[in-house]
């Protein structure tokens, strides 16, 4: 029998990337809990488009105790728990707090809850490399401190982190692993899955997509005057398929007992820094298309430049990434072009 998980924020962006790579591993059943409020369910048929399966979809707020544990009721016996259901727009978060502090912090407490009545053996939470701030050494590895939070969203995730510490101190039966997502871009590669963007997005690579189909008039890139290789910001992208097989990874890790605490954390990004015009560079040449960009002033509370060590998940997890930065300029494109397709025939 394969091993149940269920995966919160499930029809979201690395959530549903997640549920195709458990699939695809033939280990486990994906069970769907996502609200939809930043999702649509119809990627429950993107998602059975990709693989054939047909994933089971619980349409519930996680925050919503009751809701969410009748469902893990119907559910049992539950193997693992992949807690993604969280709001991530840091401009949304400095306006609103108080509902990502309630939202992301919220959900998170029914997580844990859930694995302490029901006796879940396996949790993985989404953690973001937010936390360690404006960093002073580079690469950042899982021993560099978290820096001063800069936003309501990257507190949250400290908060987040320091709440399963203290939880798996006093549960010894559940086994945990965080995992800090650098830049995740990219969608997979068939274009037939990815991210639904706002329509005014913050990141870089939904602004690109929507500068090229037309969406957006221009891309500005903020700043070319730091201290890096072209004066533009580097940061550390990374492929969502590769952050999506981490989490299988991280799973089988916990399943094979090769975790010396019952809490592990590992940073997830490539460990290449990118500057953001190479990222324009490699989408005009790997797409064939010219994007309209002008280069504007620096965007406060940005670090000119920010990469993971992944050594350590390379190593224990035995994951490596398998797309490179082409590959993520491509099925970001594709999957713009697809939503383009699917939004005319609607
Ligand atoms: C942002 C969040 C981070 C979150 C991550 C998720 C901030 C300050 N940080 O990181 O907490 O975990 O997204 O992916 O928002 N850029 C432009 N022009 C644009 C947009 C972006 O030049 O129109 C540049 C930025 O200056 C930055 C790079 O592109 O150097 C990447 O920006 P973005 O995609 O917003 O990610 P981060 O700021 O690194």
Redesign the pocket.
């Known amino acids: 029998m394969k091993a149940k998980i269920i995966v919160t924020g499930g029809t979201g962006y690395i959530g549903s990337h997640t549920i195709i790579e458990l699939i695809k591993s033939g280990q486990f059943e994906a069970v769907a809990v996502d609200s939809c409020v930043r999702s649509t369910p119809e990627t429950i048929d993107r998602i059975e488009e990709i693989t054939g399966v047909r994933v089971k979809h619980h349409n519930i707020d996680i925050c919503d105790r009751n809701a969410f544990f009748s469902v893990i009721e119907q559910e049992a016996p539950v193997a693992g728990i992949i807690h993604f259901a969280a709001f ?1 727009c ?2 949304e978060s400095v306006e609103k707090p108080l509902m990502y502090y309630r939202n992301n912090l919220g959900s998170l407490e029914n997580v844990l809850e859930a694995c302490e009545l029901y006796h879940i053996p396996r949790l993985i939470f989404s953690s ?3 936390i360690y701030g404006d960093v002073k050494e580079l690469p950042v590895t899982e021993k560099t401190p978290f820096g001063t939070p ?2 309501p ?2 507190h949250t995730k400290q908060i987040g982190e320091q709440m399963i510490h203290f939880f798996a101190d006093t549960h010894p039966d559940l086994q945990s692993v965080i995992l800090r ?1 650098f ?3 990219g969608n997979d590669m068939s274009g037939l899955n990815g991210e639904l963007s706002p329509d005014k997005p ?4 939904p ?1 690109v997509t929507q500068v090229a189909i037309g969406k957006m008039k221009q ?5 070319t005057d730091y201290d890096t290789r072209d004066g ?4 550390d992208y990374i492929h969502v398929c590769d952050i999506a097989d981490a989490h299988v990874k991280a799973l089988q890790f916990l399943i094979d007992k090769k975790n010396e605490s019952n809490c592990e954390i590992f940073n997830l990004g490539s460990g290449n820094g990118v500057s ?1 015009l190479e ?1 324009i560079n490699a989408f005009e040449k790997v797409n064939h298309i010219k994007l309209n960009y002008t280069i ?1 002033g ?2 406060p ?2 670090v000119p430049a ?1 990469y993971s060590n992944s050594q350590r998940a390379n190593a224990l997890l035995n994951w490596h990434c398998r797309y490179d930065i082409n590959d993520m300029v491509e099925s970001a494109w594709k999957w713009e072009k697809h939503l383009s397709h699917l939004r005319k025939t609607e």
């Not at 913050?202 to 690579?205: F, G, H």
């Open positions: 991530k840091v401009p973001s490399a937010s800069f936003c969203y990257a997502y830049n995740p871009v913050n990141n870089l690579m602004i891309l500005t890139v903020f700043g533009s910001c580097i940061r953001v990222i504007g620096r965007r509370g940005d920010i």
